[in-house]
């Protein structure tokens, strides 16, 4: 399994110098939708084939829940493969619930193939370190999953690193707080982690540094982004989290980031709806 990922690592790294653009969302493609092509998934799809097109070292993160309802292996190539599948050799997957309402997420397995790993792994672009984690694991492989990161974070040390994982730890939404990725989220605050991505709620929100007990830490907390606006039914805010910055659940769109080598930008791109004078969350941050 080590020498599996430490391949899955080699074979994606890009130059140390250079910055990267990675496009994020969760909660993608519904087989309820009468026709793929005309789908939330197929106009955030759309967002993401533009930059990709452009930018040969892109790449996409899917973020869990990517093929509704079930996440059987038709529903991934009926659904999620005309839509985000177009660019399914570029994209970075984590698995969500789910996948796993098909027993032991086979579904995911079989069609992401050798890059979803046993779940988790880690690859390189840039300068940055990513990690993707699952989030639905049970105890005793949520541990080993955990004292893998904790291992990895300190062969790999990195000036800027991310992880993203479905189950958001901080999440204003209807489905709020999550605390199952809390140890995961402590050994990336030790490591100096700068970013989590999450999905799960179907919502935009952008979180205030933090550490793992949610107090606000501008030095050395990690920013959390909630984007499940990948293409599924949007889902509303219930109440609003400490250190919650900026909110939105009226767009589908997927969040861009620049990732630099010193520190990264990032813009929530909203799918066109029609609407006007709609400005999109963006802004800035150096890595610690």
């Not at 790449?59 to 059987?72: E, I, K, S």
């Not at 032991?104 to 300068?127: C, D, E, H, S």
Request: hydrophobic share 40%.
């Amino acid at each position: 399994m080590r020498a599996l990922l430490t391949v899955l690592a080699a074979c994606l790294v890009s130059p140390a110098a250079s910055a990267v653009t990675v496009y994020a969302a969760g909660d993608i493609a519904r087989c309820a939708d009468p026709d793929p092509r005309w789908s939330g998934a197929a106009a955030t799809a759309a967002i993401i084939s533009a930059g990709l097109k452009t930018d040969p070292q892109a790449r996409a993160l899917a973020l869990g829940d990517l093929a509704y309802p079930h996440g059987t292996l038709a529903e991934f190539t009926s659904c999620y493969g005309p839509t985000w599948g177009r660019f399914k050799d570029r994209t970075l997957p984590a698995p969500g619930n789910h996948e796993y309402a098909t027993p032991r997420a086979a579904g995911y397995f079989a069609y992401f193939g050798a890059i979803a790993g046993p779940g988790y792994y880690r690859v390189q672009l840039g300068g940055w370190q990513l990690y993707s984690l699952d989030s639905n694991l049970a105890p005793a492989a949520h541990r080993a999953q955990t004292a893998w990161l904790r291992e990895e974070l300190a062969k790999h040390p990195a000036r800027c690193t991310l992880a993203y994982w479905h189950h958001p730890l901080y999440s204003s939404g209807m489905k709020g707080n999550d605390a199952r990725m809390k140890d995961a989220w402590q050994a990336l605050y030790e490591a100096g982690a700068e970013i989590v991505l999450s999905g799960h709620d179907h919502l935009y929100e952008r979180f205030a540094p933090q550490d793992a007990d949610g107090r606000r830490d501008d030095a050395r907390g990690i920013r959390q982004f909630v984007a499940g606006t990948g293409g599924a039914f949007p889902t509303p805010f219930l109440w609003t989290r400490s250190n919650s910055e900026a909110r939105d659940s009226n767009h589908m769109g997927v969040l861009k980031l620049v990732l630099n080598a010193d520190g990264y930008d990032w813009e929530f791109l909203a799918a066109p709806n029609g609407e006007t004078g709609w400005r999109p969350d963006r802004g800035s941050a150096r890595c610690h």
